[in-house]
């Protein structure tokens, strides 16, 4: 995964640091009230994107009003934090590969531009968003 896109924030600089020196984590402004924290231990980066409320609900409403355009939710929600949680260039659309299962909660799985694999785990109150990478193989 390429890195998070956005402005990091200034919580991310006064962040407790790896033995290396660089921060343990970095806080990121997406725009639209949307935050992400993106860490990286052993090689490995994770990305917790926080979505507002009012993004849900207008999800939902949309849902609601027109379930066929709106299937589902979640999944417009995982690509949207996947969107922004890699390098995503704007005339992109990450490409949807399906739903797969981590310890009881849904895996939603996704092929970048670069060709990499990412996974989507979305909170029960569908706030917070885990994208980080996933198998080649579904």
Request: neutral net charge; hydrophobic residues 35%.
């Amino acid at each position: 995964m390429i890195g998070i896109q956005g402005k990091e924030c200034e919580s991310s600089r006064k962040s407790k640091h790896h033995e290396d020196g660089k921060p343990s984590f970095q806080v990121y402004d997406l725009g639209n009230n949307v935050y992400g924290v993106e860490d990286t231990n052993n090689g490995l980066s994770i990305r917790l994107i926080f979505i507002p409320s009012s993004i849900v609900v207008a999800a939902e409403k949309v849902h609601r009003e027109d379930p066929a355009g709106m299937p589902d939710v979640n999944k417009f929600l995982t690509a949207y934090a996947v969107k922004l949680a890699v390098e995503t260039p704007t005339d992109f659309t990450n490409g949807f590969i399906g739903v797969g299962k981590l310890e009881g909660h849904a895996l939603y799985l996704y092929k970048t531009k670069s060709g990499a694999n990412v996974g989507a785990v979305i909170s029960d109150d569908q706030r917070r968003i885990l994208v980080m990478p996933a198998p080649s193989e579904k």
